[in-house]
């Protein structure tokens, strides 16, 4: 039997939370792609339950950056150091094997399909569909499952050798206000306690289930998970299983059976055929590759603006899309604006025929470019583009 990974260093955990931010990221662009997909006014129940798990994961990626923030660490997407394993990089890069978690599998970014809906499937199933534990290969200083990972956090932030009492402090944390859209609530960390708190939130509304969660009711909630309109926010992975069998779990039903309640119908010819490929370097300076620079770059200044907002750099910003705003928003809330406006230049994206491709548009690439040298050629690519088209 494999022995799990564990944590045993400060060092090592504020790493792992740097990490954990860019776990959680990770999925948004795999989620958002099968989203943006959608015709418009096609698949609704399906859109609502993907758009739900994508406002849950930017809540898991705020509740890692608060416990980070506690510990003295500002949030980056840098690369860290985790155990013996150097430069691991938060920022994901599709398709994507996650250098953390080996049984995950390789995440892509797909239209809505019925592979993209398994893959989602696996992501969000305590074990990533293995039948045991024991049957997903084990890499060094790596974790087998995302709740095997979020397990040695917890265990580490419980163990005051690690992660002493005087290591908490209440600094730049995002409050329960400035985060909207899903089910759940920012918790503010200050101690031991609430740090644990926040990662169990994590560990129980996503990934991090423990497999012993598929017996539990398939629809367990509590009143943090109801919204006003109604809507039941149970676990990613019983909604997700819902889309997988187009049925709907009955109350009385356990996480590990199959759904058999109302139907919940889904259309997989009301989908743009958008086709993913790779970023190899500099645009060929076609439209199709100036369109596909444009979301990249739309796409990196958002992840910086997350960034920056965990960071409390600045802590509010002016919205520039209200010219009769007479206060200062919260930096986390424009960021969740600007995920809604990158959805635009997507749908746009995808109904463009793609020239290599009879048959199929283009896909958003979802390619974090850094601040820097190329991020300037980027931007310089773009504006002789636009200066050319004038």
Not at 145 to 170: H, K, Q, R, S, W
Not at 268 to 297: C, I, K, R, W
């Amino acid at each position: 039997m494999t022995e799990p990974t564990r944590i045993t260093s400060l060092k090592d955990l504020k790493a792992a939370l740097q990490l954990a931010i860019g776990l959680e990221l990770s999925t948004v662009p795999v989620y958002l792609t099968a989203l943006y997909s959608i015709e418009a006014g096609r698949n609704t129940d399906a859109a609502q339950t993907i758009r739900s798990v994508v406002m849950e994961e930017m809540l898991h990626m705020t509740l890692a950056a608060n416990v980070l923030n506690a510990l003295g660490e500002v949030p980056s997407p840098e690369p860290v150091d985790f155990q013996d394993r150097r430069n691991l990089s938060p920022i994901p890069a599709y398709p994507l094997d996650s250098p953390l978690i080996s049984g995950i599998g390789t995440l892509e970014l797909l239209p809505l399909t019925l592979r993209a809906v398994d893959s989602f499937v696996r992501i969000e199933h305590p074990l990533h569909g293995a039948a045991t534990l024991d049957d997903i290969p084990a890499e060094p200083g790596g974790f087998r499952t995302i709740g095997e990972f979020y397990d040695a956090v917890d265990a580490a932030l419980n163990d005051p050798a690690i992660c002493p009492d005087g290591a908490f402090e209440p600094v730049r944390q995002i409050p329960d206000g400035d985060y909207y859209g899903g089910a759940g609530h920012v918790i503010e960390v200050k101690d031991r306690a609430t740090a644990r708190e926040a990662v169990l939130k994590i560990i129980d509304q996503g990934e991090g289930l423990p497999e012993d969660y598929l017996r539990r009711p398939a629809k367990t909630v509590t009143d943090a998970d109801r919204l006003g309109s109604g809507w039941q926010m149970y676990s990613h992975y019983a909604r997700f299983r819902e889309l997988q069998t187009g049925r709907r779990f009955r109350t009385d039903q356990r996480a590990d059976q199959n759904p058999e309640g109302a139907m919940l119908l889904v259309d997989y010819t009301a989908v743009q055929p958008a086709l993913y490929t790779p970023h190899n370097g500099g645009s060929d300076g076609s439209p199709e590759g100036s369109a596909l620079d444009a979301f990249d770059l739309a796409y990196s200044q958002l992840v910086d603006d997350i960034y920056r907002a965990f960071a409390g750099e600045p802590k509010e910003v002016v919205d520039p899309l209200d010219r009769h705003a007479d206060r200062e928003r919260p930096a986390l809330r424009l960021a969740v604006h600007s995920m809604y406006a990158l959805k635009n230049t997507a749908v746009a994206l995808m109904r463009i025929p793609n020239p290599a491709k009879p048959g199929h548009t283009l896909c958003p690439r979802f390619s974090y470019v850094p601040p820097g040298g190329d991020r300037d050629k980027l931007v310089q690519r773009l504006e002789n583009r636009g200066g050319q088209d004038r």
